[in-house]
């Protein structure tokens, strides 16, 4: 009798020093818990603190302001960045793209960059990868502007669609020359930074002149080539590879002045939701070649021979020779010529088929 009932007392003292266990643990718990939610507060409060930084931060006029409706973006419209090359046909392409904005129901917006600056300052760039990004109310869009190459992905943004448009780099040179001392039919009226100055380029380059020597046709490698240091460094080969490789990689489309036709049937071909129609505005509108140099003089084949026999000339030509080839190849399968002799953009070159899913052959349900 003893025996039981020592052993009823035993298993209640068990009992109990299970329940107090039991009972420590729950408190050591709920301690660590009430030290960790000061943190959660700190948290949260900071967040709330990032969205109210970010309502009242300072936006460049008509760019986004409403953080939270940005974060809500719906399947994404695209975002095609022109940064654009002088005198290579960029203001008459432009042109017939604002008069898609109503059709297609889309954005075209001109990134001025102050001063001209082919150089963008670190802090701009991340604000218009920010802006671009998540300025959903101006989706889809087409910016454009005069500025090298930058990377939305070294910022965290996803990358917009790069374009741009090359041209033969002395032709391009020589058409910039007489520009900005004649100007052209577009803006008559304005007066450009050598108005008056009628030095031919023969002579401009005779007498050494600033903007007729080789190192002015350095432009269209650094643009493509990006915001690096090296990039604008004349006669560097390290940017001329780079530039050949954003050519390939980070650009979905570039084409060449000489060829600007064909260029729009491409760039239709690739984004049709945006682009729908710029092949008729182009073939049967009056936008397609806006912009001519009001004056020209062609120069000596002495002047041309100097200036091709440069390394300069020789390294641009290359890369808007390695341009070409690579607009020819996209051209190609990307397009076809109807019976016409019409170059005409090619859709839909693909299907899907043996579609298994859960419920097993899916093509079966679609027949």
């Not at 969205?51 to 994404?76: C, G, V």
């Amino acid at each position: 009798m003893r025996m039981l009932r020592n052993l009823i007392m035993f298993k209640q003292r068990s009992v109990l020093v299970w329940a107090a266990g039991v009972g420590f643990l729950i408190l050591y718990i709920e301690f660590r818990l009430s030290q960790l939610r000061p943190a959660e507060v700190q948290i949260k409060n900071e967040e709330k603190s990032l969205d109210n930084e970010n309502k009242n931060f300072h936006q460049p006029l008509h760019f986004y302001t409403d953080t939270k409706a940005s974060m809500k973006d719906e399947p994404r419209q695209p975002i095609v960045l022109y940064n654009r090359v002088p005198k290579t046909g960029s203001t008459s392409f432009c042109n017939l793209v604002y008069d898609l904005t109503k059709i297609n129901n889309m954005y075209c917006l001109h990134v001025n960059i102050t001063k001209n600056n082919l150089k963008v300052a670190i802090g701009d760039q991340y604000n218009l990868a920010l802006n671009m990004t998540r300025w959903v109310e101006r989706k889809p869009a087409l910016y454009h502007g005069h500025f090298g190459y930058f990377s939305f992905a070294q910022f965290g943004f996803p990358e917009p669609m790069y374009i741009n448009i090359l041209r033969e780099p002395l032709e391009r040179l020589i058409s910039f020359y007489y520009f900005i001392r004649y100007g052209d039919d577009y803006r008559k009226g304005l007066r450009r930074t050598k108005q008056g100055d009628k030095t031919t380029f023969d002579e401009c380059l005779a007498q050494n002149g600033h903007d007729c020597q080789p190192r002015a046709l350095w432009l269209q490698i650094p643009m493509m080539c990006g915001q690096s240091a090296e990039c604008w460094k004349v006669g560097s080969q390290w940017a001329l590879d780079q530039a050949k490789r954003n050519l390939v990689h980070r650009y979905t489309l570039v084409g060449v002045t000489e060829q600007i036709e064909d260029f729009v049937v491409v760039l239709e071909s690739i984004e049709p939701r945006m682009f729908k129609g710029i092949i008729d505005k182009f073939r049967t509108g009056s936008k397609s070649h806006i912009r001519k140099t009001i004056h020209k003089e062609p120069p000596s084949e002495a002047a041309l021979k100097t200036i091709k026999n440069t390394k300069t000339y020789r390294m641009e030509k290359e890369f808007y020779d390695f341009a070409v080839r690579q607009f020819q190849h996209i051209k190609q399968v990307s397009t076809y010529t109807d019976d016409k002799g019409i170059v005409q953009p090619l859709y839909n070159q693909y299907h899907y088929e043996k579609i298994y899913g859960p419920q097993g052959n899916m093509d079966r349900k679609h027949k």
